[in-house]
Nanobody, 119 residues
């Protein structure tokens, strides 16, 4: 299984970006896929996730601004109203055989894509 992220870049405060993650290979029909950011303070911080039931979860800091979706083998994260504190490396992740969306359950990780928001 491989996860390949794209869509990062540099935007000004208040701008938008759309991240994509393409899944290659097979994962269980019971899964969770999500976006994390490589916070230097908190470690890998969960941003948003979606599981095989269609349930979505978001970090409090991004609720109402970010939207996660999945179509076929592509996971997306629409990020609107971006703030400087959203700047980080964003990682795509997937579980092996569970629909539980926790950091410890993630068995596959992408390399990450950089998001920079300037004020």
């Amino acid at each position: 299984v491989q996860l390949m992220e794209s869509g990062g870049g540099s935007v000004q405060d208040g701008g938008s970006l759309r991240l994509s993650c393409v899944l290659s290979g097979y994962i269980s029909s019971s899964y969770c896929m999500g976006w994390f950011r490589r916070s230097t303070v908190k470690g890998r911080e969960a941003v948003a996730a979606i599981n095989s039931n269609g349930d979505t979860t978001y970090a409090e800091s991004v609720k109402g601004r970010f939207t996660i979706s999945k179509v076929s083998n592509t996971l997306s994260l629409q990020m609107d109203s971006l703030k400087a504190e959203d700047s980080d490396i964003y990682l795509c992740a997937a579980t092996r055989m569970t629909s539980v969306c926790s950091r410890s359950a993630m068995g596959y990780w992408g390399q990450g894509t950089q998001v920079t928001v300037s004020s």
